[in-house]
């Protein structure tokens, strides 16, 4: 394995903020390390990159044990950011590649690609103050890869962003893992890692509560799901028989079936009473499989429920 987590442990006083947790990283795949805010993900991140070091368990890269020089070899983008205001969108991006350890000869020549792919070619010799909150977080996106890292991490990395830039780094991910680059990112937010993951780990309360790839972890939960769009009020189909759960999101509401219920009775209870545009039998969302394997407080439910809406 690539990058490789043993039985890591952190404590704050006495919050135990990730319990020994272990992780398998492949090269050349994108990873996902989910779960609700709180979680452990965050703190996870920064024992990897040796900003704290774990009270217990060892972090192993490429076969040898996570030291100072990791850092040149990753690109890291944390969930707290920021940038020196008043330097141009030039200087920032050649002041923190050297910062890794690369040439400014070598990082001037790649620079006016990355901003023009971005959509930051015109505020090139502008200070990075004039920017919005989108574009600084783009121009921090650029920073950390602008030196060709062996890995990615970024923590949080759509939070903020619009649904375009988010289509736009996408497509950057999807390069980079093209390239063989391994990709490492926290979200609470599941419709993002069930888009964009290989494997994901999921995390609650500081404890691993399943990983695997992504197209493991579904299949282990089998066809007890219905998604369906509705034009309609579809409260009442929570109560319908064999309907043991619904999630509702913006453009249609997924059912988990009770053990033996029969979806085409499902189906016969809502006929009539909505309009159906779409009813498919599939495998449950990563969502859901969360719900289903964590056990949330009603407060940490709402949060997920509202960041997945």
Avoid at 172 to 201: G, N, P, W
């Amino acid at each position: 394995m690539y990058l490789q987590l043993r039985e890591i442990k952190k404590q704050f006083g006495e919050k135990t903020a990730v319990e020994k947790l272990s992780l398998d990283v492949p090269k050349g795949v994108i990873y996902g390390i989910i779960g609700p805010n709180g979680a452990g993900k965050t703190t996870t991140i920064r024992m990897i990159m040796n900003i704290i070091a774990p009270d217990s368990g060892e972090i192993i890269f490429d076969g040898s044990p996570v030291d100072e020089s990791f850092r040149d070899r990753v690109g890291y983008l944390p969930e707290e950011r920021g940038l020196y205001k008043k330097m141009t969108l030039v200087e920032i991006i050649t002041y923190m590649a050297e910062l890794k350890g690369a040439r400014a000869k070598d990082i001037l020549p790649k620079i006016d690609p990355w901003l023009e792919r971005m959509q930051l070619a015109e505020y090139r010799d502008k200070k990075v103050e004039e920017l919005s909150k989108g574009m600084s977080q783009k121009l921090q996106f650029i920073t950390t890869l602008i030196h060709d890292p062996e890995i990615v991490i970024l923590d949080e990395l759509f939070s903020g962003l619009d649904p375009v830039n988010i289509e736009l780094i996408k497509s950057v991910l999807m390069d980079l893992k093209r390239e063989q680059k391994t990709i490492l990112f926290s979200t609470h937010v599941m419709e993002q890692a069930e888009k964009l993951c290989d494997y994901i780990c999921m995390i609650s309360k500081g404890k691993k509560v399943l990983d695997g790839s992504l197209a493991d972890v579904k299949s282990g939960f089998g066809m007890n799901t219905i998604q369906v769009d509705i034009e309609g009020d579809g409260a009442f189909i929570a109560s319908l028989p064999g309907v043991e759960r619904l999630s509702e999101f913006n453009n249609y509401i997924e059912l988990q079936m009770s053990e033996g219920a029969d979806p085409d009775a499902i189906l016969q209870g809502m006929v009539g009473k909505v309009k159906i545009r779409r009813f498919e039998v599939v495998e449950p969302s990563l969502y859901n499989i969360f719900i289903q394997t964590a056990k949330l407080t009603s407060e940490e439910l709402e949060a997920m429920e509202t960041n997945n809406a």
